[in-house]
């Protein structure tokens, strides 16, 4: 493995910091007040090459590996975890499946638009009753006797980029009764009759995004919007989650880096005691702990990101490839460390931490999700272990 950066990855961290800085840092915090959606921003980020980075060219995208991907994600989260967000739910589990399972009508009708930003997508697989056991959901579609159309009933929940996007990456069950293998994916777009926004969710942070509860009542979708075949939803689900949380990860690094950044400078400015705060032994460990913890994670979210790439370069998909393991890995010890550090940063800021006029109290409350969504921390540990035991059991029988 070679982490060093090429002209080109150093050439996009430094147009995407710039971007972020002259353009979205401005207006974050009035944005977050009113909980205002960047379309503008997002717009240009898409003609950047933001919203479809490893999609390959053909079909509008970048073409680029996972960590020149996660190097963006970094830059945006950095700044504002909301749009780092929203362009990881159109990146990873969007527009990755349909790039991978999409037929070639597909993929000139909606992929390219993903592509170049001039669409959103969004993932609906939670359902008020299904979160973690992604097997309970309950939404149905049922075939019409023509057979040129599906009829989709029931409500996804926490859908990010909900009322937004463009086209919704919808799972539902075909045959019930068969569980796990009875799941189907559809590509959903909001002009469908059926379809409708219920409810837009009141976060306790990342403001700047848009979550929704979504109803389907008997919604239309044609029979040429099926992904992948009938009964292989789950599957593609997974799939897209396993590479998807290395996004996740690369989230937290930027958070995290971001509000490491914030506590140096605030160490180096703040007078207490006569000295700067930077002077203080508390303080120094602190910090010496907060960017032990993010290099940490940042190489396991470059090692799972090559790992991805080495299973693309052979023609797998993440799941064939095992990635994820390794992407759990990331994103369990990513999502853990970038609450310890957002707290260290308040920490260090004392009382003016607690304040919105402080980007660091803004960083901690958009953390808390990290260890949440895409998969729980708990879930994480499950997938670690599972492999670890089912490799301890392989290891056994090859010397029985």
């Not at 069950?173 to 569980?179: D, H, I, Q």
């Not at 508390?282 to 790439?309: G, H, N, P, V």
């Not at 994480?380 to 056994?396: H, P, S």
Request: net charge neutral.
């Amino acid at each position: 493995m070679d982490f060093s950066l090429t002209d080109d990855q150093r050439l996009l961290k430094d147009t995407i910091r710039q971007f972020m800085e002259a353009e979205v840092r401005p207006i974050l915090r009035q944005y977050e007040k009113e909980e205002k959606f960047p379309a503008e921003q997002l717009r240009r980020l898409g003609e950047l090459g933001c919203c479809g980075m490893t999609v390959p060219e053909e079909w509008g995208g970048g073409g680029a590996d996972t960590l020149t991907y996660v190097l963006m994600l970094e830059e945006v989260a950095r700044v504002c975890a909301s749009t780092a967000v929203t362009l990881s739910v159109t990146n990873s589990v969007c527009a990755a499946p349909i790039s991978r399972h999409g037929t070639t009508e597909q993929k000139n009708r909606v992929l390219r638009k993903l592509a170049t930003g001039e669409w959103l997508g969004a993932f609906c697989l939670t359902e008020p009753q299904a979160g973690s056991d992604s097997a309970a959901i309950e939404t149905r579609a049922e075939v019409s006797a023509d057979g040129r159309c599906y009829r989709l009933t029931g409500t996804k929940s926490w859908v990010t980029n909900g009322g937004v996007a463009s086209i919704y990456l919808v799972f539902a069950k075909t045959e019930p009764a068969a569980g796990a293998r009875g799941v189907t994916a559809f590509l959903v777009t909001p002009d469908l009759p059926g379809f409708r926004v219920a409810r837009f969710e009141d976060k306790m942070g990342l403001k700047m995004s848009k979550t929704a509860e979504l109803r389907f009542d008997e919604c239309e979708v044609p029979a040429a919007n099926r992904l992948g075949a009938p009964g292989q939803g789950l599957k593609i689900a997974l799939e897209a989650l396993d590479g998807g949380r290395v996004g996740i990860a690369a989230q937290a690094l930027g958070i995290a880096q971001g509000a490491f950044d914030a506590a140096v400078r605030y160490a180096k400015d703040r007078r207490a005691f006569g000295k700067k705060l930077g002077e203080f032994q508390a303080i120094q460990w602190m910090l010496a702990d907060m960017q032990t913890e993010i290099e940490a994670a940042r190489m396991l979210t470059y090692s799972a990101a090559w790992r991805q790439d080495e299973g693309k370069s052979r023609g797998l998909s993440p799941l064939a490839a095992r990635v994820g393991p390794h992407a759990s890995r990331a994103k369990l010890y990513a999502s853990e460390m970038v609450n310890r550090v957002a707290y260290k940063a308040v920490q260090v800021h004392g009382s003016m931490g607690y304040s919105r006029e402080m980007d660091v109290e803004r960083m901690y409350r958009d953390a808390r999700v990290i260890t949440i969504y895409e998969g729980t921390s708990e879930i994480q540990r499950t997938v670690i272990a599972r492999e670890l035991l089912a490799g301890a059991r392989e290891a056994v029988e090859a010397t029985t």
